[in-house]
């Protein structure tokens, strides 16, 4: 099994008493279809933790997947796979493959962020539409004639992605193999050879499509080729490939483009009728149509940038007659992106409340921003909206930090409502809002205080024990058990004529004092 480790050690500091917010990055490499329970790598040990700081601290992995692909063992620190990993199920046809986690621990907030590269094996074999295909082909079909065939496909990206086809021994036909701009590879039979429907009335053959991995996977079609009389032309277009543009989201009914191909023919065996060739992928026939009369080909279905960026559409013109000639082209269709989706703040960790004697600097929350959109469209800025003693500082492309940027007085402001604005570089402009509540804890930073400094009381003569000669007040600004207030007299002030009552009401916390007998 092969794996790799990488590290990407990020360093910053915050003032004193900042909890720091993002102490690095972490890569793992990792093959698919690993067996579940395979060590990815030891994280506690790669983050600098104590196996006994995975408790203590509140370690865990947030992820923002479906499923949970990894897990930590506790008692070892050790990453796991904890479920099978399919690279082409999690990336599809992606050139790279990664699983993004983040390690969080607490007392102080930190946060580690952990990239699992998912490497490709050869697991999967070319593939073709069909196991079988028919070709019809007059028997007065000239040498060079080409026939385009259905393309494999293979779910494994890289060098063990699809790298050739090979045509099986036949006098007939060669196979030409076409690298394309997009890196896919298609074929076509060519007629080298002429065909005679008396001598041989029908060619067997087998294409083998060959992906590059070791050792090579393949996939097979078998093509039956009938060598038909009559009907001497072909229609044909006037491109082999014809290339066009359009918005994302463009209306229903649209006319994309009209495809028109020529049949030297007269009659029947002249008029043509255009189609889609079979086996057309189905999310091509679900966002596209073809008129058979005319040729045009019109929007079905909504076309999303997000989805797919082009379409490639095999487009075929067949004629009328006793025995039906087809002619091909292909039309690339190019998606272009429109700026139709707002960014979007997600919060991955909060501190609240936060104490109002918390230090400049320190981390209340972390928050990641996202948009689907590609370019400009997709890049975001985040601030936030209003006055307020925070601010926020980003860590890495699209990560933010909440901090503290001022002092906090719970007694002037118990509360704060945040609004962060995200805002992405698209025309028009996109943005959306995240309101954030942070509550500010009290600590005892205020001392009781009376009315007055000084209060005036009579007394009469001979007053008997335990009278009330007044009552005092006292307040304190803070609440909960910072608040509540104790009266005593200094023994000494006094030479012990007074005293003060022990049973306060604590809802009003107003003492009354009184003489006592000595």
């Known amino acids: 099994m092969l794996m790799h480790l990488q590290r990407y050690l990020i360093v910053g500091f915050l003032a004193s008493h900042v909890l720091e917010s993002v102490l690095g990055q972490i890569a793992y490499n990792i093959l698919e279809e690993v067996k579940v329970g395979t060590t990815v790598g030891n ?137 394309h701009s997009d890196k896919t590879i298609s074929a076509e039979l060519v007629l080298v050879k002429a065909l005679d429907r008396e001598k041989t009335p029908f060619v067997d053959l087998l294409v083998t499509a060959v992906d590059g991995g070791s050792p090579a996977r393949t996939g097979t079609v078998n093509i ?28 229903v009914g649209a006319t994309v483009i009209r495809l028109q191909a020529k049949d030297s023919d007269e009659s029947l065996n002249g008029e043509l009728v255009y189609s889609f060739i079979s086996h057309t992928p189905q999310n091509i026939l679900e966002r596209f149509e073809i008129d058979r009369e005319t040729g045009d080909v019109k929007i079905r279905g909504d076309v999303d940038y997000e989805e797919s960026n082009a379409y490639e559409i095999r487009v075929q013109a067949t004629d009328k007659g006793g025995v039906p000639m087809s002619g091909h082209t292909k039309l690339l269709v190019e998606v272009l992106d429109i700026n139709d989706n707002p960014p979007s703040v997600t919060v991955t960790s909060l501190i609240n409340p936060v104490e109002e004697s918390a230090g400049k600097g320190t981390v209340v929350a972390l928050m990641t921003v996202s948009d689907p959109d590609s370019g400009k469209n997709g890049a975001v800025r985040c601030r936030l909206a209003g006055s307020s003693p925070f601010k926020l500082q980003t860590s890495f492309q699209n990560y933010y930090s909440l901090i503290l940027d001022d002092v906090l007085d719970r007694e002037k402001v118990a509360e704060y409502n945040i609004t962060v604005v995200a805002e992405d570089e698209g025309n028009p402009q996109m943005s959306s809002a995240k309101v954030i509540n942070v509550l500010v804890a009290d600590v005892n930073d205020n001392a009781p205080r009376f009315t007055a400094k000084t209060e005036y009381a009579a007394l009469r003569e001979n007053s008997k024990a335990g009278s009330v000669l007044c009552t005092l007040k006292a307040s304190d600004a803070d609440i909960g058990e910072n608040a509540l207030i104790t009266y005593t007299i200094p023994q000494t002030a006094v030479n012990g004529l007074f005293d003060a009552l022990h049973c306060i009401d604590l809802r009003r916390r107003i003492p009354e004092v009184s003489t006592r007998c000595h």
């Open 43 to 179: 994280i506690t040990k790669d983050i600098n933790l104590s196996l006994k700081e995975l408790t203590s601290r509140e370690f865990r992995i947030v992820s923002n997947l479906k499923r949970e692909y990894f897990r930590v063992n506790a008692e070892t620190g050790a990453l796991h796979v904890s479920e099978r990993i399919d690279r082409e199920e999690l990336c599809a046809s992606a050139a790279s493959c990664s699983v993004n986690l983040e390690a969080l621990v607490n007392r102080p907030l930190q946060l580690y962020r952990v990239r699992i590269n998912i490497l490709d094996v050869n697991d999967n074999s070319p593939a073709f539409p069909v196991s079988s295909a028919s070709l019809n082909i007059t028997e007065i079909t000239a040498a060079g004639a080409r026939f385009p065939l259905q393309s494999a496909h293979d779910a494994d990206i890289g060098v063990n992605s699809l790298k050739t086809y090979k045509l099986g021994s036949n006098e007939h036909f060669t196979l030409d193999i076409q690298t």
């Open 224 to 251: 039956m080729v009938n060598v038909l009389d009559i009907n001497d032309n072909a229609p044909v277009f006037g491109k082999s490939l014809y290339k066009v543009s359009i918005a994302e989201h463009t209306a």
